[in-house]
């Protein structure tokens, strides 16, 4: 593939390589997009239809999940020409730890390429025993970077709920913050962080430059006795602290951009998707 949309493949290298690693200039308005996993239903159904659905309530960027690593060539074609029309943007792809392998690596970065995403995710790491298997992660997505840099591409690294409990003493998700490199994402879901009783704000602080991305999940608690607490909560209505999450991340963090997710709620999937648009616009106002 020699262009890229209008960008030729050597010019969108050099605008990566001159590009700072800090996020979003400061004051600049922070794009707002969605993990397709909170629309998965409806993906299943018809890929593009909801894509254009997505893109007609105002988002402006998008994240594919597992199941784009196994589209056709043809069809990520298809795909992306029906995101430049309707002018929304992917950013950032989540995949399974075995695309990071050498085997897996090459087709993601060709269908990152070819949808206009920059940043490849470990979405999970799979079992991982001890912090001696942690930072092999860390080893994997350190030699990812090898092979995704000279492509204009990063790699980055999505965390749980584990990867914020005590390991031997420390947590794994500072383990792997500690085994990359400095350009590798640390792509914060910020709903399990608050699950298992960590501070999202001071995660942030902690990592300057690094949360390029966060994932905009609330949680709260109850899901015991309350089907419609726990991740079922819509943004905006669990008990994550986002007036101080966004300040940090925007000042601090580097976020580039924000991604809302949903696991679920009472609302059917799209229904679910503009609602919680609609409280981000609320909040950002």
Same mark, same amino acid.
């Given at each position: 593939?020699?262009?890229?949309?209008?960008?030729?493949?050597?010019?969108?290298?050099?605008?990566?390589?001159?590009?700072?690693?800090?996020?979003?200039?400061?004051?600049?308005?922070?794009?707002?997009?969605?993990?397709?996993?909170?629309?998965?239903?409806?993906?299943?159904?018809?890929?593009?239809?909801?894509?254009?659905?997505?893109?007609?309530?105002?988002?402006?960027?998008?994240?594919?999940?597992?199941?784009?690593?196994?589209?056709?060539?043809?069809?990520?074609?298809?795909?992306?020409?029906?995101?430049?029309?309707? !002018?929304? %943007?992917?950013?950032?792809?989540?995949?399974? &730890?075995?695309?990071?392998?050498? *085997? =897996?690596? #090459?087709?993601?970065?060709?269908?990152?390429?070819?949808?206009?995403?920059?940043?490849?995710?470990?979405?999970?790491?799979?079992?991982?025993?001890?912090?001696?298997?942690?930072?092999?992660?860390?080893?994997?997505?350190?030699?990812?970077?090898?092979?995704?840099?000279?492509? !204009?591409? %990063?790699?980055?690294?999505?965390?749980?709920? &584990?990867?914020?409990?005590?390991? *031997? =003493?420390? #947590?794994?998700?500072?383990?792997?913050?500690?085994?990359?490199?400095?350009?590798?994402?640390?792509?914060?879901?910020?709903?399990?962080?608050?699950?298992?009783?960590?501070?999202?704000?001071?995660?942030?602080?902690?990592?300057?430059?690094?949360?390029?991305?966060?994932?905009?999940?609330?949680?709260?608690?109850?899901?015991?006795?309350?089907?419609?607490?726990?991740?079922?909560?819509?943004?905006?209505?669990?008990?994550?602290?986002?007036?101080?999450?966004?300040?940090?991340?925007?000042?601090?963090?580097?976020?580039?951009?924000?991604?809302?997710?949903?696991?679920?709620?009472?609302?059917?999937?799209?229904?679910?998707?503009?609602?919680?648009?609609?409280?981000?616009?609320?909040?950002?106002?």
């Amino acid at each position: 593939m020699t262009s890229h949309g209008s960008i030729s493949r050597r010019g969108f290298l050099a605008a990566a390589a001159a590009a700072p690693l800090l996020g979003a200039p400061a004051g600049k308005k922070i794009p707002i997009g969605i993990e397709l996993y909170s629309v998965r239903d409806e993906m299943t159904k018809d890929t593009l239809a909801t894509v254009r659905a997505i893109a007609r309530m105002g988002y402006e960027v998008v994240e594919f999940y597992g199941p784009y690593y196994s589209w056709t060539p043809e069809f990520v074609k298809e795909v992306r020409s029906m995101m430049d029309d309707t !002018g929304i %943007r992917c950013n950032s792809t989540h995949n399974d &730890a075995k695309n990071f392998r050498p *085997e =897996g690596l #090459r087709k993601a970065i060709d269908y990152n390429w070819a949808l206009g995403a920059t940043y490849v995710v470990m979405a999970s790491s799979g079992d991982v025993a001890g912090l001696d298997g942690w930072k092999r992660v860390g080893e994997t997505l350190t030699q990812a970077m090898e092979k995704l840099r000279p492509a !204009g591409l %990063r790699a980055g690294y999505h965390n749980h709920q &584990a990867e914020f409990l005590l390991v *031997e =003493g420390k #947590r794994p998700i500072e383990v792997i913050a500690a085994n990359t490199p400095k350009d590798v994402m640390l792509q914060f879901d910020v709903g399990t962080c608050v699950e298992v009783g960590n501070d999202p704000v001071a995660w942030i602080n902690a990592n300057p430059g690094r949360i390029n991305c966060c994932h905009l999940k609330d949680w709260a608690p109850g899901a015991e006795t309350d089907k419609e607490k726990g991740y079922r909560v819509l943004f905006g209505e669990g008990v994550a602290p986002w007036q101080k999450i966004f300040a940090a991340a925007e000042q601090t963090g580097g976020v580039e951009f924000y991604l809302i997710e949903q696991e679920g709620s009472r609302y059917p999937g799209l229904e679910t998707a503009e609602r919680c648009l609609a409280t981000y616009k609320k909040m950002r106002a």
